[in-house]
């Protein structure tokens, strides 16, 4: 694994985490054929974030490019594996904090600033 990791590949491997967590936890074991194409969905829309690497929390996304079966999918992954991230990948955990605070405390991904500047004019 590489040791530093830009934005997008940390939260690939973050989401990845949460959904290993969920499958085993819920699940009863490995991967499953569900919990793949959860994952291979989450990893592809990551590719196509046109954020890159500043995108906001998913959460917060104006966008939210999940489809809606997708999108309650993930977030009942999160809801479960989120607080028992702490203490499996507590620095992913502690990083996937701190993306969701920048956030709360206005920073705010490029291209969102750019739209608001747009209109403006
Ligand atoms: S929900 Fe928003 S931030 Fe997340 S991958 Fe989609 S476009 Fe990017
Ligand atoms: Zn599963």
Do not use: Q, W
Not at 8 to 31: D, Q
């Amino acid at each position: 694994m590489k040791f530093f990791l830009d934005r997008i590949e940390r939260e690939k491997l973050t989401v990845e985490k949460m959904i290993h967590i969920f499958c085993e936890l819920k699940h009863n074991g490995k991967l499953c054929s569900n919990c793949t194409e959860m994952l291979d969905y989450a990893n592809e829309r990551l590719d196509r974030c046109p954020y890159k690497n500043g995108k906001p929390a998913c959460i917060d996304c104006p966008i939210h490019c999940y489809n809606k079966i997708m999108r309650e999918k993930i977030r009942e992954i999160m809801r479960f594996s989120g607080p028992k991230m702490l203490f499996r990948h507590p620095y992913l955990a502690l990083m996937h904090l701190v993306d969701e605070k920048k956030k709360k405390n206005g920073a705010e991904a490029p291209f969102i600033k750019s739209k608001k500047k747009e209109s403006k004019k």
